[in-house]
């Protein structure tokens, strides 16, 4: 069964370091979609993104955040200058209309 | 306020056991999905409800879409180990929002003991 796999597993990163966290969404996928899950906190919507551009963000979803799809296969999620609060899970997700499907995140960890 | 409340946040039960889980908002929402999530991976669809009063059955689990379609049950039978896991519900397309945005629970964490 076809699978969002995100990368890396684990992203450990300095404070006020940039940080790229990458998705290959299920192919025939149009919309995507990025999802956190700060430890012990219930999983929070950060963005979501169709036909190339966000379609609707969260109040977290700051100037800090951006997204990007600049190949048709790799969704990514670019953290300008992380702080400590950016330490969670982050869960791409992709959808072909309904449901979402989710990758098994990343985790990243700021030190 | 949470927008999506789960009770009960924890709960270690033994194997053979019956159990609820509840998910309650106080925003009607046009669909609701439960979830399960084991450690180091994501977020596993479980089941989608949609019409209010709906009942739907997944093996020893049943889900329940209020009338109201403000909330939500999640019913395990003769519960086993392999059942322990982060049960989440989400909701989608909460009244007054165009929107397909999940909005999660705040979660129940089971541990199913043999």
């Known amino acids: 069964e076809p699978e969002v796999t995100q990368t890396p597993s684990h992203q450990v990163t300095q404070m006020g370091q940039e940080v790229i966290l990458r998705c290959v969404p299920i192919?025939?996928?149009?919309?995507f979609y990025w999802y956190r899950q700060i430890l012990g906190q219930k999983v929070e919507f950060l963005v979501s993104f169709y036909n190339n551009e966000i379609s609707e963000k969260s109040e977290i979803f700051d100037d800090q955040f951006s997204v990007e799809r600049p190949d048709g296969s790799n969704f990514t999620l670019k953290i300008r200058s992380t702080k400590l609060e950016d330490s969670a899970m982050y869960f791409c997700?992709?959808?072909?209309?309904?449901?979402?499907?989710f990758g098994d995140g990343t985790r990243l960890s700021i030190l | 306020t949470q927008l999506l409340e789960q009770s009960p946040q924890f709960l270690s039960i033994q194997e053979g056991e019956n159990l609820t889980v509840y998910c309650n908002s106080s925003s009607v929402f046009s669909s609701l999905q439960w979830y399960r999530q084991e450690p180091g991976e994501g977020p596993v669809l479980l089941v989608t409800v949609v019409t209010g009063g709906e009942v739907k059955k997944l093996k020893r689990l049943t889900f329940q879409f209020g009338d109201a379609r403000k909330d939500s049950s999640l019913h395990i039978t003769a519960a086993q180990p392999g059942d322990t896991g982060l049960y989440l519900c989400a909701g989608i397309g909460r009244a007054g929002d165009n929107t397909d945005k999940l909005i999660f629970g705040t979660g129940t964490r089971l541990q199913v003991f043999p």
């Open positions: 997700a992709s959808s072909g209309g309904k449901p979402q499907h």
């Open positions: 192919s025939n996928h149009l919309y």
